[in-house]
Nanobody, 122 residues
Framework: QLQLVESGGGLVQPGGSLRLSCVAS????????IGWFRQAPGKEREGVSC????????DYADSVKGRFTISRDNAKNTVYLQMNSLKPEDTAAYYC???????????????WGQGTQVTVSS
């Protein structure tokens, strides 16, 4: 079974930090691109960041540049999203997905995790 599982979400105050993890099983992420996406109630799903598992190339949405960092650990078949300086507008369900290109368009991704909730509130 091909599976992606996110973890690390939770409740954090504005200005705080969280680190999300995405662990793959059933396939090797080395040959894929991994994206992080988020969706808030009533809003479209949007790309946050993505990474090439082969060469480490990354991309970020303008809204998170300088605050979020995506990274990979190929030995653990895992991708992380370090989120710093969190804002209330970052509140959303966060999903990781595996695709075939370094893109922030959800359409380009084939396999999705179940999501993990991030809530930024005082």
């Amino acid at each position: 079974q091909l599976q992606l599982v996110e973890s690390g979400g939770g409740l954090v105050q504005p200005g705080g930090s969280l680190r999300l993890s995405c662990v793959a099983s059933g396939f090797t992420l080395r040959y894929w691109y991994i994206g992080w996406f988020r969706q808030a109630p009533g809003k479209e799903r949007e790309g946050v960041s993505c990474i090439s598992m082969s060469d480490g190339s990354t991309d970020y949405a303008d809204s998170v540049k300088g605050r979020f960092t995506i990274s990979r650990d190929n030995a653990k078949n895992t991708v992380y999203l370090q989120m710093n300086s969190l804002k209330p507008e970052d509140t959303a369900a966060y999903y990781c997905a595996a695709g075939t290109a370094l893109e922030l368009d959800p359409w380009d991704y084939d396999h999705w995790g179940q999501g993990t909730q991030v809530t930024v509130s005082s």
